[in-house]
């Protein structure tokens, strides 16, 4: 669900195949067995002064729920009990909450519900791959943690001779409310005032759904975040889909707190940053083959380009 400024580090395929996480069809709410080989956080002990950062009424609970669109893999998916949510983003949170004496309660939710859900407290946090952009720190705190970009892809050989710089005219599948999104929306805005023929866009409630679209040729493309659009090719098997132009638009990852929270965005961070130090970090990123979305430090509503 990502934007911005360009990512100089590609995701592993090799490493992400070798994580050992679920099929795609899997995470469109499958079986897999393989889904219970994904790894594990390494265990991270509380920090006193990390855990005296937490506002009182969390830090007193102990357990913090988040609000999660577990169908977005490799970031955020459903194990093969349908309810476990696993992911490099799980582990990530669950490694910086666990300095801050915190448990977690991972909630699936579509994901265009999750920040209003931050909103109106239904959730304490959201983490969904959620991109950092100015209109999201309007109405919520974001902290950034990762970064990616975003990689376009089609059926192996391109069969349609796509070039996501000249989309006009093609059948594009989508993920709803993402950046990716309003990605599309603006160049089949820019089609349509050129005198083209429109993108036709198809949108999901899922990324999955959007990439069967791709694989079975309905649709002729789809844009994704780079971990995912990489996971999507590791899964689908060799010559069924690939890579076309180059990612674009990195930009960071951020935790979602509610707007007036702003101590526990800072503990956050904080907690973040501890693991970086540590090495938790990039051990966890390490696991699932994407250390090329690593950043130095954690970061309350990151400046962002537009």
């Known amino acids: 669900m990502a934007t911005h400024t360009p990512l100089s580090h590609r995701t592993s395929l090799a490493a992400l195949a ?10 469109g709410g499958g079986e897999d067995e ?7 956080a390494p265990e991270v002990s509380a920090d006193e002064e990390l855990a005296a950062m ?8 102990g357990t913090v729920s988040i609000g999660v ?22 582990d990530l949170l669950d490694a910086a909450l666990a300095k801050l004496d915190l448990e977690s309660e991972w ?57 996501p710089e000249n989309p006009c005219g093609l059948r594009v599948a989508v993920q709803s409310g993402t950046t990716h999104d309003d990605d599309i929306e603006a160049r089949n805005d820019a089609c ?11 949108k999901f409630q899922s990324q999955p759904q959007a990439t069967e679209t791709v694989v079975s040729g309905l649709n002729d493309a789809s844009l994704a975040d780079m971990p995912t659009s990489a996971y ?10 690939e890579f076309v132009g180059e990612q674009y638009d990195a930009a960071p990852y951020g935790i979602v707190t509610h707007k007036d929270d702003t101590e526990m965005a800072e503990a ?5 940053d501890s693991i970086i130090e540590d090495g938790t970090y990039q051990e966890i990123l390490d696991e699932w083959g994407i250390s090329g979305g690593a950043i130095e430090g954690a970061e309350v509503n990151p400046s962002v380009e537009e």
Do not use: K
């Open 18 to 27: 070798a994580a050992g996480v679920l099929t795609l069809s899997a995470c």
């Open 34 to 40: 393989t889904a219970s080989e994904a790894p594990e």
């Open 54 to 61: 937490v506002p009182e009424d969390i830090r007193e609970a």
């Open 69 to 90: 669109e577990s169908e977005y893999p490799p970031g955020e998916f459903l194990d093969e009990d349908g309810e476990t949510v696993l992911g490099f983003n799980v």
């Open 107 to 163: 909630v699936s939710a579509n994901f265009d519900s999750i920040i209003i859900g931050v909103d109106t407290g239904t959730y304490d946090l959201g983490s969904s791959s959620f991109t950092v952009t100015e209109e999201r720190m309007e109405a919520v705190n974001m902290v950034g943690y990762f970064s990616s970009g975003t990689q376009w892809f089609v059926q192996a050989g391109n069969p349609e001779g796509v070039d």
């Open 192 to 202: 349509v005032e050129a005198g083209e023929d429109p993108i036709t866009i198809e």
């Open 232 to 241: 999507a090719l590791d899964q689908t098997g060799e010559g069924v889909l």
């Open 268 to 272: 956050l961070a904080a907690a973040f």
